[in-house]
T-cell receptor
Framework: TQLLEQSPQFLSIQEGENLTVYCNSS?????LQWYRQEPGEGPVLLVT?????EVKKLKRLTFQFGDARKDSSLHITAAQPGDTGLYLC????????????FGQGTILTVHP | EAQVTQNPRYLITVTGKKLTVTCSQN?????MSWYRQDPGLGLRQIYY???????DKGDVPEGYKVSRKEKRNFPLILESPSPNQTSLYFC?????????????FGPGTRLTVT
């Protein structure tokens, strides 16, 4: 059983469309991170959220952390082909700082 | 250039033949970690290290060993590899300072065990 459930698993859209990716758990997170990974490379950190209700923006990307710190979302406005990649959420729970759990990822394809 | 390096990048081996995947970082990071990535499962943490001589298990440590004798290096050892350890492996490092603790990932090692 995955601690973090990401949805959808696959997303195929046209350039210019908006999309949202979700990351959910039954456990409370101490913090949550979103990463983006391109083929043949390691993941790259996009954002870290630590406070319930927090909203962070990174250009066309908006990240939200749920009030109860059990869920998060990533919203992309006017998607571009360069947004194509694997999006992963990751969390730390409890008191073990070093232990990091990833969701299974969302594969996003943006067609020109 | 700040980076995490892994070697080898690709490895094909046979069941039972001991192997080591090296990981090195030049950013003086305290924290280092190993992950494996399999389709549909995301990344799963194998082992992590908070500093020299301090290591702990992640979610999938069975069949793996690690050591942290120097701050910059964190090798992953498979004493007796099996086909179910065929996977893409990533090493990562981060500082423990600040709230972001951004992890920097290596380029990955694709391991095939036949």
């Amino acid at each position: 059983t995955q601690l973090l459930e990401q949805s959808p698993q696959f997303l195929s859209i046209q350039e210019g469309e908006n999309l949202t990716v979700y990351c959910n758990s039954s456990s409370v997170f101490s913090s949550l991170q979103w990463y983006r990974q391109e083929p043949g490379e390691g993941p790259v950190l996009l954002v870290t959220v630590v406070t319930g209700g927090e909203v962070k923006k990174l250009k066309r990307l908006t990240f939200q952390f749920g009030d109860a710190r059990k869920d998060s979302s990533l919203h992309i406005t006017a998607a571009q082909p360069g947004d194509t990649g694997l999006y992963l959420c990751a969390c730390r729970t409890g008191t073990s700082y070093g232990k990091l759990t990833f969701g299974q990822g969302t594969i996003l394809t943006v067609h020109p | 250039e700040a980076q995490v390096t892994q070697n080898p990048r690709y490895l094909i081996t046979v069941t039972g033949k001991k192997l080591t995947v090296t990981c090195s970082q030049n950013m003086n990071h305290e924290y280092m970690s190993w992950y494996r990535q399999d389709p549909g499962l995301g990344l799963r943490q194998i082992y992590y290290s908070m500093n020299v001589e301090v290591t702990d298990k992640g979610d999938v440590p069975e069949g793996y060993k690690v050591s942290r004798k120097e701050k910059r290096n964190f090798p992953l050892i498979l004493e007796s590899p099996s086909p179910n350890q065929t996977s893409l492996y990533f090493c990562a490092s981060s500082t423990l300072a600040g709230a972001s603790y951004e992890q920097y990932f290596g380029p990955g090692t694709r391991l095939t065990v036949t």
